[in-house]
T-cell receptor
């Protein structure tokens, strides 16, 4: 079965600290993509970062990095130097063969001063 | 210069009515999608079109009918609306073999 699991319904982090949001996935497809999206309270879905299953290096985009451990089937998002504006829902998603995105249930991150 | 736009942003209607949501993308992408986000924030694919051709239909009731007049537009028509159709509907687009999908702002549908 193709599935994304996010086990942290909510996380708290202090401003300027780093935080890791967990994501594990399950697929038997040899090629797949892993994504993280941010959904602030305003509701839009914002693409953050992508990791291909054959990429050797972990993806990074500014303060976001994806800790990809293929053998463990995990794709954790690391946000460095958290900001108040990072408070939002974060969704991990997988694109197996077939082009659709399969989403996890999300993690609500709250950044406090 | 909005990349993926949806109209309307909010839609309140009564059970049994028929309604449409429109989506347009100006990114030149070949593939467009409809997702449904329920009250628990869970997002699920409904449909995917590539160059006006339906390629994904995820066990959605046939009251939902997508229509793609051209590759820049993907509309969603819903017949005989039910209470359980209340959700946020997101349109998205991507290159056929591309990586990320770009989402529209969402349409919050409330059925009373």
């Amino acid at each position: 079965a193709q599935k994304i699991t996010q086990t942290q319904p909510g996380m708290f982090v202090q401003e300027k600290e780093a935080v890791t949001l967990d994501c594990t996935y399950d697929t038997s497809d040899p090629s797949y993509g892993l994504f993280w999206y941010k959904q602030p309270s305003s509701g839009e879905m914002i693409f953050l970062i992508y990791q291909g299953s054959y990429d050797q290096q972990n993806a990074t985009e500014g303060r976001y990095s994806l800790n990809f451990q293929k053998a463990r089937k995990s794709a954790n998002l690391v946000i460095s130097a958290s900001q108040l504006g990072d408070s939002a829902m974060y969704f991990c998603a997988m694109r197996p063969l077939g082009d659709k995105l399969i989403f996890g249930t999300g993690t609500r991150l709250q950044v406090f001063p | 210069d909005t990349a993926v736009s949806q109209t309307p942003k909010y839609l309140v209607t009564q059970m049994g009515n028929d309604k449409s949501i429109k989506c347009e993308q100006n990114l030149g992408h070949d593939t467009m999608y409809w997702y449904k986000q329920d009250s628990k924030k869970f997002l699920k694919i409904m449909f995917s079109y590539n160059n006006k051709e339906l390629i994904i239909n995820e066990t959605v009731p046939n009251r939902f009918s997508p229509k793609s007049p051209d590759k820049a537009h993907l509309n969603l028509h819903i017949n005989s609306l039910e209470l359980g159709d209340s959700a946020v509907y997101f349109c998205a687009s991507s290159q056929r073999q591309g990586h990320e999908q770009y989402f529209g702002p969402g349409t919050r549908l409330t059925v009373t």
